[in-house]
């Protein structure tokens, strides 16, 4: 399939053939849905914990006779049925990271692009190049309407381009090697350079 081509001045360069099988798929939402639970599951630190019986602070002296009193048996206050006692089976630092094809992750990235596509709302750009200027870039970016925008170009950034856009809030920029479903669903407009599809092409054939 055809797509033109912008700058960021707004004008035409041309256009550019895009692959079927990359961006003309019909999206499905289960394989969305399985990459991004993998994508976010790795993200998550896993850091939470609460201490159990062994390690709260508390003497291990009896705290009444075994027998005679009227009462259950206890031996320890640090028994979960006690207050500020250890908490029982709560959660321990993990992982909640799990497995996912390479195959099907790179199935997810094609469903990702070809939503995009049927959207309409992917913009196909000549070059993202800049003088390094935010303010220049921020009025460019208001002039084409973009409003929460992924920039994904080839495998090395504009190193110019990357720190105009580093301070614009609604502008993010990612290598080609970078990209993935969940960045690419939640913009608004996806941009790909020229660069960016050929390499986003050779990473997915």
Same mark, same amino acid.
Do not use: W
């Given at each position: 399939?055809?797509?033109?081509?912008?700058?960021?001045?707004?004008?035409?360069?041309g256009s550019?053939?895009?692959?079927?099988?990359?961006?003309?798929?019909?999206p499905r939402a289960d394989i969305l849905h399985r990459?991004?639970?993998w994508q976010r599951a790795r993200a998550q630190q896993g850091t939470h914990a609460v201490l159990g019986r062994?390690?709260?602070?508390?003497?291990?002296?009896?705290i009444y006779r075994q027998k005679g009193t009227g009462g259950a048996r206890h031996?320890?206050?640090k028994a979960p049925i006690f207050r500020h006692g250890g908490v029982y089976k709560g959660p321990t630092p993990r992982s909640h990271e799990? +497995? !996912?094809?390479?195959? %099907?992750?790179?199935?997810?990235?094609?469903h990702a692009l070809s939503a995009k596509?049927?959207?309409g709302e992917i913009v196909v750009l000549d070059a993202a190049t800049a003088e390094g200027k935010t303010s220049a870039l921020a009025k460019q970016v208001k002039d084409l309407g973009w409003k929460r925008a992924l920039v994904i170009?080839?495998? +090395? !950034?504009?190193?110019? %381009?990357?720190?105009?856009?580093?301070?614009?809030?609604?502008?993010?920029?990612?290598?080609?090697?970078?990209?993935n479903v969940y960045d690419i669903l939640k913009s608004d407009t996806l941009v790909l350079t020229k660069a960016g599809v050929e390499a986003l092409e050779a990473r997915l054939k």
């Open positions: 399939m055809k797509a033109d081509v912008l700058t960021l001045d707004g004008s035409s360069a550019v053939d895009l692959a079927d099988d990359i961006y003309g798929l019909e990459v991004v639970r062994s390690e709260v602070s508390y003497s291990t002296k009896k031996g320890s206050k799990h +497995e !996912l094809t390479k195959k %099907f992750r790179k199935l997810g990235l094609r596509m049927k959207a170009d080839g495998s +090395e !950034l504009n190193e110019s %381009f990357a720190r105009a856009a580093r301070n614009i809030a609604n502008i993010d920029v990612l290598p080609s090697q970078g990209a």
